[in-house]
């Protein structure tokens, strides 16, 4: 008896291993990671998720997710009804993978944000500020002129994009209302964030001292390598 549950721990234990090793490599093909991403499959008894080809609960650690000039420096998601074909783990063979629902939370920098928007043209840095927005510093061309600001900004997904509106503007120079209004134009940000896995949606932001914290959910995604 002792040796029959022995057996089955460890084929449960090895099957396991397999589907967390297949996963890694797929979303790391997926995403072109150069770390390999940390896979953890969840539940007891995973022999009857492995052939059952779904596996209910799989919490996933990517590192450095890049695309273009942009760059997350993490993600962390929870992913509910992952398809992957007994088949498919048995042959160790990446193939597309179905997940049902992602709920997931990234972290982007100030540094990979502001190095982003110098490589995008826009003479803008982003910094933390008191509660919950952030700040914008930056010199901008007005109507000919050079015009140094600064200013508190709200953030908000858009789209599946990062929207950075302004505030409350500060500058010394003497400016009329439409100047104001144009400079609170060249102060307004969007920033797609394509780099998130997982085909997610932003559902909030939040500044903290040295970057933004991005919560994100998903629905029917499905990762190809």
């Known amino acids: 008896m002792l040796g029959t549950l022995l057996l089955l721990w460890g084929s449960d234990r090895l099957a396991r291993w397999g589907a967390e090793s297949l996963l890694a490599r797929d979303i790391q093909q997926a995403t072109g990671v150069s770390t390999r991403p940390s896979v953890q499959v969840n539940g007891v008894f995973f022999l009857l998720q492995a052939v059952q080809g779904r596996y209910d609960d799989v919490a996933v650690a990517v590192r450095e997710v890049t695309s273009g000039p942009m760059s997350v420096d993490r993600v962390e998601a929870r992913l509910s009804g992952v398809h992957v074909s007994f088949h498919d783990l048995l042959v160790q ?3 597309a993978v ?22 995008t043209g826009r003479p803008l ?9 952030v700040r914008l ?11 140094s600001a600064s200013a508190l900004a709200q953030l908000s997904p858009e789209d599946g994009a990062l929207s950075i509106a302004p505030t409350a503007l500060d500058t ?26 997982f085909g997610q949606e932003l559902t909030a932001i939040e500044g903290v001292d040295d970057g933004l914290v991005l919560r994100a959910r998903g629905t029917d995604v499905v990762i190809r390598p």
């Open 172 to 197: 010394e120079t003497d400016l009329e209302e439409a100047s104001r209004l144009l400079l609170g134009q060249r102060f307004s940000l969007r920033v797609p964030l394509d780099p998130l896995p």
């Open 98 to 119: 179905w997940i049902e629902r992602s709920v997931g939370e990234a972290f982007l920098g100030y540094d990979d944000l502001n190095r982003y928007l110098e490589v």
């Open 93 to 95: 063979d990446p193939a």
């Open 137 to 147: 510093t930056g010199t901008v061309d007005l109507l000919g002129q050079s015009v």
């Open 125 to 133: 840095t982003v910094g933390a500020a008191p509660g919950e927005e």
